[in-house]
């Protein structure tokens, strides 16, 4: 499930169409119909935020200790604070997806879907014919 979340699937099923666009995903999986919205009315993307905060600021620490070890014993220090400042504000924004499919893989682990957790034929779009 986690090296399914890394490659911006879904966890459950390994679809790939659940980004509507970078920063935007989708209601449910359009495989397996998972929703991937769990829980979000009770702050359920804080733990994501949280997550993509902690992997940007890891890209930050290892961005300036690199620089550090590369240009020592004499180092630029202004490249190393300007080049860091651009870390700090790009890395946020090239993980975020990645750190939301994460976050959903993590809680999946913890707690496996149920069936209110996937999406009805009628939110998914299809409908059965009465019978």
Do not use: H
């Not at 290892?62 to 620089?67: D, G, P, S, V």
């Not at 202004?78 to 990645?98: D, E, K, M, R």
């Not at 994460?102 to 998914?124: G, K």
């Amino acid at each position: 499930m986690l090296a399914r979340a890394l490659a911006r699937r879904c966890p459950l099923c390994g679809t790939r169409d659940i980004f509507l666009a970078w920063f935007r995903l989708a209601d449910q999986c359009p495989r397996c119909g998972l929703k991937l919205s769990r829980n979000e009315e009770s702050d359920y993307w804080t733990g994501g935020y949280l997550l993509n905060f902690v992997i940007a600021e890891l890209i930050v620490a290892l961005f300036m200790t690199a620089a550090i070890i590369w240009a020592w014993p004499d180092v630029p220090w202004n490249a190393v604070l300007y080049g860091t400042a651009g870390a700090a504000i790009v890395g946020p924004l090239l993980t975020f997806p990645f750190a939301k499919t994460l976050w959903l893989a993590i809680d999946l682990v913890f707690r496996q879907p149920e069936p209110q957790d996937f999406a009805s034929q009628r939110e998914a779009g299809t409908t059965s014919s009465p019978t």
